[in-house]
């Protein structure tokens, strides 16, 4: 089970800095990363605004706890500090889903259980796979098509940055 999407965040600091170290840590198992976009906190709305992007991934060497792994190691390279819940951070790597697997593990809850409502999410990850399927929740053009206009108007897409 080795192909996975992992949503990448970052809004304190060198925020493309985390994103590009985030990219270049993942090194050969990047299939795919998405555009650049600049987005309206989400949950703590008084904290700065987000980049976010999307990666996919595959490393038949990992399956999804290797993925957690990997982005919670990638977090601690950028010295990101345990906070507040939904509070601001330099690095955010969340494990989107991996092939069709579903836990109900709280420490590794797939798919993320966000996903259906994050315009942070869904729409940088349309752009690189508009025929994926979340697992329980169908494809996500769809879910994209059901963001309100307001999510939508939230997520700006940085074309002056890139990744990796
Ligand atoms: N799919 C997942 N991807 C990443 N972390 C997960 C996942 N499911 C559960 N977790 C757990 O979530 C815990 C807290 O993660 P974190 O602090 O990044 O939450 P958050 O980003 O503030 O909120 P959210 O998870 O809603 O985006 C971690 O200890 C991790 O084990
Ligand atoms: N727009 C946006 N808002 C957020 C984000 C994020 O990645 N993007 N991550 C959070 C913590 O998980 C809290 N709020």
Not at 26 to 55: H, I
Request: net charge negative; with cysteine.
């Amino acid at each position: 089970m080795p192909r996975a999407v992992l949503s990448l965040g970052s809004n304190l600091g060198d925020r493309i800095g985390y994103l590009r170290l985030a990219v270049a840590g993942l090194g050969n198992a990047v299939v795919a990363v998405s555009p650049v976009y600049e987005t309206a906190p989400w949950g703590v709305t008084d904290q700065p605004d987000f980049l976010n992007a999307v990666c996919v991934v595959d490393d038949p060497a990992r399956d999804e706890w290797g993925w957690l792994r990997s982005g919670q190691a990638l977090e601690r390279e950028a010295e990101r500090v345990r906070e507040q819940r939904w509070g601001p951070r330099t690095l955010d790597v969340d494990v989107v889903t991996v092939d069709g697997v579903r836990s109900d593990d709280p420490e590794l809850l797939l798919p993320h259980p966000g996903t259906p409502s994050r315009a942070s999410v869904l729409v940088p990850w349309y752009d690189i796979e508009p025929d994926a399927v979340l697992p329980g929740h169908g494809p996500i053009a769809e879910l994209v098509a059901a963001l309100s206009a307001d999510d939508v108007a939230n997520v700006h897409r940085r074309d002056d940055l890139r990744l990796p």
